[in-house]
């Protein structure tokens, strides 16, 4: 008989009430795929261990850590490692690729939602939502006055990074006539000018920019990028909004220069700390707006990327080399040359 080709799925990726946080759809890829059983992981994890490594041909991961410390000495059964989502700065990459493990992720599916929350973010703080809010709440109706908003027509939108989510934002904030500026050592200037934004240095973008927007990946080169000489360079009446990864921003240096008046305010869907702490002084800055790392988690967004990431997980059960492989060099490993027949030598 032939042993099933199995899936463990973290137990985060479901709500409260037991439901795929991402809709049931997107299962039917795994129950259509012959040879394939699923299940659940029992246990809530926060870093995946040994025992699953070795219990599963693949795992689809949300929030947990996968590190050098989730592999036994034995050769892990695992074959594959799904991110649920685009980010993988909590994968031990180099670690997946010297045991054979194909590391993925969904690019594609991420790119509408957080452009969407970015631009949301940038309109919530040019209009003053969130202090609006709280003096109709706490009957500081007449105040409003003292709270005017600015509009965005003419204003300049500062991109640092110009990858997928970076142009995705850029044709969004065409409707709004917004000025685009875009920092990125790696993006083609023909690419970004096509999609109305101008490549410039990170100093030239914070410098100019009215609305600062992370969007680049969190890597050692990345880590800390804005700290606190680069907020000296921005506009006192300049916003920064993050919805990348929270260490991308030294967040003490950040406290320093909002609590200085610095700049304007700020909107943070990550954190250097996450869960954030509660004593955090960020949280009780009337000018920053905070969410729980979640923004952009909403039907469209979970949707197309389980569609995505169980997809993958499907086509390597099947013998295929999925599209959105982070690491390729793993393809050349023998575990996974072996597993694909060879195909993916020309892929590595």
Same mark, same amino acid.
């Given at each position: 008989m032939t042993t099933p080709f199995r899936v463990g799925l973290t137990r985060d990726l479901r709500n409260a009430a037991g439901e795929p946080t991402f809709g049931a759809e997107a299962l039917a890829r795994l129950d259509q795929t012959p040879g394939l059983s699923w299940e659940y992981i029992a246990e809530?994890?926060?870093?995946i261990t040994p025992a699953l490594t070795a219990r599963f041909d693949a795992l689809y991961v949300n929030s947990p850590r996968v590190g050098a410390d989730s592999f036994g000495a034995e050769p892990p059964r695992v074959k594959l490692i799904a991110r649920h989502g685009v980010g993988y700065d909590s994968v031990d990459v180099a670690t997946l690729s010297a045991r054979g493990v194909l590391l993925t992720n969904t690019p594609d599916a991420v790119r509408r939602p957080v452009a969407t929350m970015a631009l949301t973010l940038v309109l919530a703080l040019a209009q003053k939502l969130l202090i609006k809010d709280k003096l109709t709440r706490s009957g500081r109706? %007449?105040?409003r006055?003292?709270?005017m908003g600015q509009g965005l027509t003419g204003k300049t939108l500062g991109l640092v990074g110009a990858g997928g989510i970076g142009l995705? #934002?850029?044709g969004l904030a065409r409707a709004f006539d917004?000025?685009?500026l875009a920092a990125d050592p790696y993006a083609d200037a023909q690419v970004v000018a096509a999609r109305g934004g101008t490549l410039v240095p990170l100093d030239t973008l914070l410098r100019e920019a009215d609305f600062v927007v992370l969007a680049c990946l969190l890597n050692p080169a990345? &880590? &800390?990028l804005i700290n606190a000489p680069r907020l000296a360079l921005m506009k006192p009446s300049a916003y920064l909004i993050n919805v990348a990864r929270g260490p991308i921003v030294d967040e003490t240096a950040l406290i320093a220069c909002l609590q200085a008046q610095g700049i304007a305010g700020a909107a943070l869907d990550v954190f250097e700390q996450e869960p954030v702490a509660s004593d955090n002084p960020l949280l009780?800055?009337? %000018?920053?707006?905070? #969410?729980p790392h979640s923004l952009c988690w909403t039907d469209e967004c979970f949707g197309a990327i389980a569609r995505s990431g169980l997809g993958a997980v499907a086509d390597v059960c099947g013998h295929t080399v999925p599209t &959105?492989?982070?690491n390729r060099e793993a393809l050349a490993h023998p575990v996974l040359r072996q597993w694909f027949g060879g195909q993916g030598d020309s892929l590595v």
């Open positions: 809530p994890v926060s870093s109706w %007449n105040q006055v003292e709270h995705e #934002t850029m917004l000025r685009v990345t &880590h &800390h009780a800055m009337d %000018n920053v707006i905070v #969410t &959105h492989v982070v």
